[in-house]
Structure formats: C-alpha cells, structure tokens
T-cell receptor, first 108, second 116 residues
Framework: KNEVEQSPQNLTAQEGEFITINCSYS?????LHWLQQHPGGGIVSLFM???GKKKHGRLIATINIQEKHSSLHITASHPRDSAVYIC??????????FGEGTQLTVNP | GAGVSQSPSNKVTEKGKDVELRCDPI?????LYWYRQSLGQGLEFLIY????????KSGLPSDRFSAERTGGSVSTLTIQRTQQEDSAVYLC??????????????FGSGTQLSVL
C-alpha cells in the first residue's frame, strides 16, 4: 500500500462543475503539498498545508491531520484547469513522498 | 535567474554510457531537490541539498547515481553506466529554505532521459 493515496485517479468534468480531489496518507507528516503538472511536464506548487484550509482564487485546499486526509477543490472549473494534480507529504527532514496523481480533464 | 533551469531538456543515450544532468536553481535558494518521474509512475525523491551538503541521499536508486552541488548554486546529477530502467524525466526543484520550514517549491521543466 502506498503511503500516499489519491482518488480518483482520473476525473472528467464539464466546464463550471465543482471538483474535489482527495488525498489520504498513512504516515505522520509535518506538511502536505498540492502540486499541478501540466501537459509537457511543468510542475507548479499550489499549496502547502500543515493545518486547516487555504484558498487561492478558485482553488481551495483543506487538511484534517487527525483523519490523515486532504482535499483539493476547484470551483467553477475551466478547461485550463486540465492537468495532473499531485499530493505530496513531508514525512522526515525535507523528503517529500508523492501520490500517483489525479488526471483531471475539464471539457468545454 | 527567473526560474529553475534544467539542461539538457532532452537526452538520448546508449546503455552503458554516463550522463550528466544540470540544474540551475533560483538565485538565493539554499535548498535544491532532485526527483524522478518514470513513465506512468509518480514522482520519486532522489536527493536534496542544503547549501552544498546532501543530508539525505537515501533516495538514490543505486551507486551508479551521484549528485553534487557547488557554490550553493548549480547542481549536477550524474548517472554512470546508464541502464534502460533509468529512462525517466528528472526534475529539479529549489526553495528558499528547506521545505520543512514551510517553503514553497519551484520546479524546473525537467530533463527527459531516454536510454536506448
């Protein structure tokens, strides 16, 4: 079993839909990162969370440390949101352990 | 520079040859990380640097892999006697300080390594 599990693996949505991507982890962490990887490979760091909730534009990330679970929400989704979304947890030192990623496709 | 720069962007090599991959972090970033993404796989940690030292090398898959960082800036990842299973995208990231301090990571565009 991977230390970091994401669901769903693939998600297709219509433009405007509310999207949720989930991340569960089985180890103690000091922080959790959400990353976005566009076709062509470029990776952008979206959020770093250690507790609570963060919002940036149409993106919202939450984390529940007790339940070892985080969610990434996208409101009013748009085709340009199509990308792979990756959850990564900081377990020891500065080592990140990554989930397998969620491929999101938003159709117009 | 404006962002994390990696070179080459693509590298095709023959099995058994040595390759060097280069990473130029954002100026002033003390922490530098190397990751690998094999086809259809998730990201895999390789090594990180704090300044010029590498406190955690445990992610390097074999002793054919080595990395160094000089002057607290440029880093090179060297793979000796490349094997086909080394084929992957090698990603470099940097942060102002170590991510354990809550720092945001900035990624390069990666080097696509293909070992024939």
């Amino acid at each position: 079993k991977n230390e970091v599990e994401q669901s769903p693996q693939n998600l297709t949505a219509q433009e405007g839909e509310f999207i949720t991507i989930n991340c569960s982890y089985s180890v103690g962490i000091s922080a959790l990162h959400w990353l976005q990887q566009h076709p062509g490979g470029g990776i952008v760091s979206l959020f770093m969370l250690s507790s609570g909730k963060k919002k940036h534009g149409r993106l919202i990330a939450t984390i529940n440390i007790q339940e070892k679970h985080s969610s990434l929400h996208i409101t009013a989704s748009h085709p340009r949101d199509s990308a792979v979304y990756i959850c990564a947890v900081l377990t020891s030192g500065s080592r990140l352990t990554f989930g397998e990623g969620t491929q999101l496709t938003v159709n117009p | 520079g404006a962002g994390v720069s990696q070179s080459p962007s693509n590298k095709v090599t023959e099995k058994g040859k040595d390759v060097e991959l280069r990473c130029d972090p954002i100026s002033g970033h003390t922490a530098l990380y190397w990751y690998r993404q094999s086809l259809g796989q998730g990201l895999e940690f390789l090594i990180y640097f704090q300044g010029n030292s590498a406190p955690d090398k445990s992610g390097l898959p074999s002793d054919r892999f080595s990395a160094e960082r000089t002057g607290g800036s440029v880093s090179t990842l060297t793979i000796q006697r490349t094997q086909q299973e080394d084929s992957a995208v090698y990603l470099c990231a940097s942060s102002l300080e170590l991510v354990q301090g809550g720092e945001k990571l900035f990624f390069g565009s990666g080097t696509q390594l293909s070992v024939l």
